[in-house]
């Protein structure tokens, strides 16, 4: 059997595109030009076991590609030794996450539509961009290669785009992502009303949820357990 958190990476590897990857001694090699976020240009370890020739061949895979190295340690709480190994070796850390998980229909219930009205676009058409930019995003480009099935969610109040989010289904998961409310109207129930849209998706296909949030952020943290989310596993990124 999988364990538990490598299920969930599992899935998000695979609701979140990269356009090179690669296997190598265990380790799995991404590199996007097109999709800036870390998950798309980091190297995630071997579920067991590895050496200081893994991480060369790492560090070689990303020079290759005039990018700096960088791993995703996670699970944390499994890989210690690796991730003390990385700092010996210059490697910094950044960007401390936990990742969460929930049975979606349980959260479709706690989660109120409140005064908003949600709807889930299939790609991300022209109004999802402008919408995040509306609400101070600012949209990756390419969104358009998360692999099927996916929703993007606009939340709207008197016509006018107070939130947005990404929902992306794999393995019997879906991917919580990109979660975003216009500053004027944060603390009102937005993320809620999209993630009762997007919990309802998810149960549709049977799916459980998951998100990934950084630990610097407690009030993201605090709304997601209010309304059952619970922690699977934290990760950090090591970059050198």
Excluded at 15 to 26: E, L, N, Y
Excluded at 189 to 217: H, I, K, P, Y
Excluded at 234 to 239: A, D, G, P, Q, S
Aim: glycine share 10%; net charge positive.
């Amino acid at each position: 059997m999988v364990p538990f958190s490598a299920a969930i990476e599992r899935a998000a590897v695979a609701t979140w595109p990269a356009s090179t990857v690669q296997r190598a001694d265990g380790w799995l090699l991404r590199h996007c030009d097109l999709l800036r976020r870390k998950r798309s240009n980091s190297a995630l370890p071997p579920e067991q076991g590895w050496s200081r020739g893994g991480v060369e061949r790492v560090e070689d895979f990303y020079a290759a590609r005039g990018a700096a190295a960088v791993i995703q340690v996670s699970p944390l709480e499994r890989h210690a030794q690796l991730d003390s190994a990385l700092a010996d070796r210059g490697y910094r850390l950044v960007s401390p996450t936990e990742v969460m998980f929930a049975d979606a229909g349980p959260v479709s219930v706690a989660c109120a539509a409140g005064e908003f009205d949600v709807r889930l676009e299939p790609r991300p058409s022209s109004s999802w961009l402008a919408a995040v930019e509306a609400v101070g995003g600012a949209p990756e480009p390419s969104l358009d290669r998360v692999p099927q099935p996916v929703r993007f969610a606009i939340a709207e109040r008197g016509g006018m785009p107070v939130g947005v989010g990404m929902f992306a289904g794999a393995a019997g998961w879906c991917g919580v992502y990109g979660m975003a409310t216009h500053p004027d109207w944060r603390r009102r129930g937005v993320a809620t009303a999209l993630l009762r849209a997007g919990a309802r998706w998810a149960a549709e296909m049977g799916s459980r949820l998951f998100l990934q949030v950084e630990v610097d952020n407690p009030g993201a943290r605090r709304l997601y357990a209010a309304v059952g989310f619970r922690t699977a596993h934290r990760y950090h990124y090591r970059v050198r």
